[in-house]
């Protein structure tokens, strides 16, 4: 996939030089936008089933992706911070905010590739507690993520609000959007089997046993 900004980890650039690879010029240009933004959004073809599928294509399409578009609203964010941070209008802390959702999830990604993916697609013992960690580390994302809507009035800028600010916004809204469906996806199809209590197998044993 062609991303509209550099890679993970490379250093910012200027806010204008963001908004131009989001095609967004000295004026608006929705079409344009809306071009940059279907680099990002999924197909209607379902994610991939099997272990290793799923997780190089939770790698590409969102691990990779988040990064970027979450460093680009950094940049945005601190920039209209400067700009607007005496209006009243402007929500104080959102830098703070996407800096620390920049952070976890970095470190998080960081975890599932060093440890986690490796222990699921060995089957190794001890993968439950690994993903009992990193279902608690999504849940924290998930409070960050809560935040961020709260903070954005639902990703609504004011009116008035420069251009740098709605598109702050609307990568906000996709990085909500994403990042919610990529922990989705982890919790239901690849840490689910290792989450089960063994309470539940007894219950589901029992149950299948009565019905037969
Ligand atoms: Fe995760």
Avoid at 15 to 43: H, K, Y
Avoid at 89 to 105: C, F, K, T, Y
Avoid at 187 to 208: G, W, Y
Wanted: glycine content about 6%; charged content about 20%.
């Amino acid at each position: 996939m062609d991303l509209p900004f550099p890679p993970p980890g490379q250093a910012p650039d200027s806010a204008d030089a963001t908004l131009q690879r989001w095609g967004v010029g000295e004026q608006p240009d929705p079409a344009a936008m809306a071009a940059s933004l279907t680099q990002l959004i999924d197909s209607e073809t379902p994610p991939p089933t099997g272990m290793a599928t799923l997780i190089r294509h939770i790698h590409e399409r969102y691990h990779h992706v988040l990064s970027g578009v979450i460093e680009d609203a950094l940049t945005l964010a601190s920039v209209c911070e400067a700009a607007h941070g005496a209006s009243e209008a402007w929500p104080h802390g959102l830098s703070d905010l996407v800096a620390e959702i920049l952070d976890d999830l970095e470190q998080h990604q960081q975890r599932e590739y060093a440890v986690v993916f490796p222990m699921l697609l060995a089957g190794s013992a001890g993968t439950s507690g690994v993903a009992g960690i990193m279902t608690d580390e999504h849940a924290r994302l998930r409070c960050r993520l809560d935040a961020l809507t709260a903070m954005t009035r639902q990703f609504t800028a004011p009116p008035g609000a420069c251009v740098k600010w709605r598109v702050l916004y609307v990568l906000c809204c996709k990085i909500d959007l994403d990042l919610r469906e990529q922990m989705r996806m982890e919790e239901n199809e690849l840490f689910s089997p290792f989450l089960r209590h063994p309470t539940e197998a007894v219950v589901c044993s029992d149950t299948m046993s009565a019905t037969r």
